[in-house]
């Protein structure tokens, strides 16, 4: 148990769909992140919030929507992939200030049809 | 950020100390060395990091050169569950980004 909660943890979507990733976490901190692991590659930075103000979007296209309501909730909003975008999402957490860790959740497995 | 150079992949027979090396060269003077490991279907965890210093927690040591170009996660007695990709990442924590590479394939073995 990491203090990382992602939801769902599989999600098959048609092109054409609309869905959203959800991550939550209780460790109290106030900076959230997501990132992107497909298939044989590095995880990719996508989008940074710190106290809920987006402070990073890692030239990310526009059908991947993140959203920020507080510290402890973020959401990724989707719509419209591509083959191409089925991929492990992953998102993390950290307090402000030197030395501190990132915890991350275990993903949502994405595929997309 | 500065760039980190692995191996591929490692092996290490279990109970026995896991060496895991990581060269960073062009390491600059306000960069931490951070290790993570990724266990299959889950997400990255956490294991140690430093600055310049020899650092130990309740997972491994972190050994780091004195001139900062390289350094070695210990994990001293291995299991078969720290099979896992272990990443060395140098990291800015004030504006950095946590860039992670390939990292190594390490297989503890029975």
């Known amino acids: 148990e990491t203090g990382v909660t992602q939801t769902p943890r599989h999600l098959v979507m048609g092109m054409t769909n609309k869905k959203s990733l959800k991550c939550e976490q209780h460790?109290?901190?106030?900076?959230m992140y997501w990132y992107k692991q497909s298939a044989k590659k590095p995880l990719e930075l996508m989008f940074v919030?710190?106290?809920?103000?987006?402070?990073e979007n890692n030239s990310v296209p526009s059908r991947f929507s993140p959203e920020c309501p507080n510290s402890s909730h973020l959401f990724l909003h989707l719509h419209t992939l591509q083959p191409e975008d089925s991929a492990l999402y992953l998102c993390?957490?950290?307090?402000?200030?030197?030395?501190?860790?990132?915890?991350f959740g275990d993903g949502t497995r994405l595929s997309i049809l | 950020d500065a760039k980190t150079t692995q191996p591929t992949s490692m092996d290490c027979a279990e109970g026995r100390a896991a060496n895991l090396p990581c060269n960073h060269s062009?390491?600059?003077?306000?960069?931490?060395v951070y290790w993570y490991r990724q266990i299959h279907s889950q997400g990255p965890q956490y294991i140690i990091h430093g600055l310049k210093n020899n650092e130990t927690n309740e997972m491994a040591s972190l050994i780091i050169t004195e001139d900062r170009k390289s350094s070695t996660l210990i994990l001293p007695h291995a299991t078969l569950r720290d099979t896992a990709v272990y990443y060395c990442i140098v990291y800015r924590n004030q504006g950095g980004k946590l860039i992670f590479g390939q990292g190594t394939e390490l297989s503890v073995k029975p």
């Open positions: 993390a957490s950290s307090s402000q200030g030197a030395r501190q860790p990132q915890h």
């Open positions: 460790l109290g901190h106030n900076a």
């Open positions: 919030y710190n106290f809920k103000e987006q402070t």
């Open positions: 062009t390491i600059s003077g306000n960069e931490y």
